[in-house]
């Protein structure tokens, strides 16, 4: 048995874990939309694998668009292994952020999604958390440290940590 590379945490007030646990959901799982911010999350110190990133979200709900933005100079074998997880690449000439943002704004008006995912560690996202609230969609933000917003973390009303390969930090680059 393989251990967990992630940690999910709801921000909930009031209402106990050991409840939670006992319930037993009559609803069909919640439609999530999910973009990834692939410059940011998808670096090889992180080791970050998108099956951990689809099985962690598969604890909350089914999801039903799945992208991952990325920059020019993404790796062929990168595009590759993102089409064979089932995942939509969109290439960006230059900075991802705007497309990130217009993607996620896509879905947060689909009537047909529930749950906005972003995965990113980059606290710019934060105005399209609080736009998928004030929507009514359930937001979820995934991430790594270093470096993962703690405002993201203390917006949305999921946090999924993944466990990266390690903490260094050497190397890293924005």
Known sequence: MRASLFKILRREEGKPREKEKR????????????IIDGPNILRKEFGIKLENIKEALEKIGKIRVAKVV????????LIEAIVNQGFEPIIVAGDTDVRIALE???????????????????????????????????????????????????????????????????????
């Open 104 to 174: 996620a704004m896509e879905l947060i008006y689909n009537s047909d999604i529930e749950v906005i995912a972003l995965a990113t560690r980059d606290a710019d996202f934060l105005p399209i958390i609080n736009e998928g609230k004030g929507k009514g969609k359930e937001t979820v933000i995934i991430g790594v440290e270093p470096g993962f917003s703690i405002a993201l973390q203390n917006a949305a009303d999921y946090v999924i940590k993944m466990e990266g390969k390690s903490e260094q930090t050497e190397g890293y680059e924005e």
């Open 23 to 34: 319930e037993v959901p009559k609803t069909p799982p919640k439609s999530v939309g999910l």
């Open 70 to 77: 990325l920059n020019q100079y993404a790796p062929q074998g």
